[in-house]
């Protein structure tokens, strides 16, 4: 039986222990549909579960990667035949379910979205699940209306989502407020369309339940404390797509942004997404971004490089979407 290459997590004193090895067919999980992996990404999700500091992994031994793209080579199932390009990103594909860390893997064709027509899958993964659940975010206010007259904040502005969700607001016509802690991100970020920067430190200390009325709508990719400030300044009938939980699961805020300002809280899980609305997310990012819009946010690294990585982007020090080449 063929083997493969593969990064792989084995429990060791309570802890993964990482990995390059050589996996083969049987190895894998069962699932109907077997792709050639090409390309995977860097998520924060990766970052945990590589470095051991978030209960990620659910059971070894386990390939870490939380989406992929590829190319079928072999299905039971009538929606993909061998050939086809594919995308994956949720469904506990790298936590109870072997990922995209690996030269191929297998899964249920019912994950799986075929690859929209003009866009290749290191552009798939240069968008990722990052740069899906930004589309996700936009898409939500964008189904709440959006105040054009104001400004549209982005939390995280110089992370994986955030970076996207920068990019896609401006070339949807928004001006864009992106949020960092990084001044050095300032020239980026506004190559990217920001029109603003806002000091990080602005939205990360405690706020008064309601703050001048700023924000048309947001994206916040942060949470906790950070959540809470920007719903404060939030204007009369908008909305925050929330979508992070970097900054904390808790919510200290009151009920007075919802109640006195009519502000909404859009929640977005990439993972529990329909189907029909997850296809309809990546048609709009094929369309909507070009590829030199992506290469602005995307460094390459091989999979050998990437264990390296992990503590970068837990410690905010990975610059828009990551991308990890797996096979050649």
């Given at each position: 039986m063929e083997s493969f290459k593969a990064l792989v997590a084995e429990q060791a004193d309570g802890k993964p222990k990482i990995g390059l090895t050589r996996w083969t067919d049987a190895d894998l999980p069962d699932g109907d549909v077997t792709v050639a992996v090409e390309w995977s990404s860097l998520n924060y999700k990766d970052g945990l579960a590589l470095t051991g500091k978030g209960r990620i992994l659910r059971k070894f031994p386990m390939v870490p990667g939380i989406d992929f793209a590829g190319t079928v080579t072999e299905s039971k199932s009538p929606d993909f035949k061998p050939g086809d390009g594919v995308i994956l990103t949720g469904w506990g594909v790298g936590e109870s379910?072997?990922?995209?860390?690996?030269?191929?893997?297998?899964?249920?064709?019912?994950?799986?979205?075929?690859?929209?027509?003009?866009?290749?899958?290191?552009?798939?993964m240069?968008?990722?699940?990052?740069?899906?659940?930004?589309?996700?975010?936009?898409?939500?206010?964008?189904?709440?209306?959006?105040?054009?007259?104001?400004?549209?904040?982005?939390?995280?502005?110089?992370?994986?989502?955030?970076?996207?969700?920068?990019?896609?607001?401006?070339?949807?016509?928004?001006?864009?407020?992106?949020?960092?802690?990084?001044?050095?991100?300032?020239?980026?970020?506004?190559?990217?369309?920001?029109?603003?920067?806002?000091?990080?430190?602005?939205?990360?200390?405690?706020?008064?339940?309601?703050?001048?009325?700023?924000?048309?709508?947001?994206?916040?990719?942060?949470?906790?404390?950070?959540?809470?400030?920007?719903?404060?300044g939030t204007a009369y009938g908008g909305a925050v797509a929330a979508c992070g939980l970097a900054g904390g699961a808790d919510l200290p805020s009151t009920v007075m942004p919802f109640i006195l300002r009519n502000v909404a809280l859009l929640g977005v899980d990439s993972v529990n997404c329909p189907k029909p609305r997850r296809q309809e997310a990546w048609a709009r990012i094929a369309k909507e971004l070009p590829a030199e819009a992506l290469d602005a946010v995307t460094t390459e690294i091989t999979l050998e490089e990437l264990p390296g990585k992990a503590e970068d982007i837990l410690k905010g020090q990975v610059r828009g979407r990551t991308v990890v080449r797996i096979a050649g």
């Amino acid at each position: 039986m063929e083997s493969f290459k593969a990064l792989v997590a084995e429990q060791a004193d309570g802890k993964p222990k990482i990995g390059l090895t050589r996996w083969t067919d049987a190895d894998l999980p069962d699932g109907d549909v077997t792709v050639a992996v090409e390309w995977s990404s860097l998520n924060y999700k990766d970052g945990l579960a590589l470095t051991g500091k978030g209960r990620i992994l659910r059971k070894f031994p386990m390939v870490p990667g939380i989406d992929f793209a590829g190319t079928v080579t072999e299905s039971k199932s009538p929606d993909f035949k061998p050939g086809d390009g594919v995308i994956l990103t949720g469904w506990g594909v790298g936590e109870s379910w072997s990922g995209g860390f690996a030269e191929r893997a297998r899964v249920k064709s019912e994950w799986l979205v075929p690859l929209p027509d003009g866009l290749g899958a290191r552009q798939a993964m240069a968008v990722g699940t990052a740069g899906f659940t930004a589309m996700l975010c936009v898409m939500a206010l964008e189904g709440h209306g959006i105040d054009r007259e104001r400004e549209i904040l982005v939390t995280g502005a110089a992370g994986g989502v955030g970076s996207v969700a920068v990019r896609l607001l401006a070339n949807l016509g928004y001006t864009v407020a992106a949020s960092t802690g990084r001044p050095e991100q300032a020239d980026y970020l506004k190559s990217l369309g920001a029109s603003v920067i806002v000091d990080r430190n602005e939205l990360s200390q405690p706020s008064k339940p309601l703050t001048s009325e700023r924000w048309g709508g947001a994206v916040d990719t942060v949470g906790g404390v950070t959540l809470a400030s920007v719903l404060a300044g939030t204007a009369y009938g908008g909305a925050v797509a929330a979508c992070g939980l970097a900054g904390g699961a808790d919510l200290p805020s009151t009920v007075m942004p919802f109640i006195l300002r009519n502000v909404a809280l859009l929640g977005v899980d990439s993972v529990n997404c329909p189907k029909p609305r997850r296809q309809e997310a990546w048609a709009r990012i094929a369309k909507e971004l070009p590829a030199e819009a992506l290469d602005a946010v995307t460094t390459e690294i091989t999979l050998e490089e990437l264990p390296g990585k992990a503590e970068d982007i837990l410690k905010g020090q990975v610059r828009g979407r990551t991308v990890v080449r797996i096979a050649g």
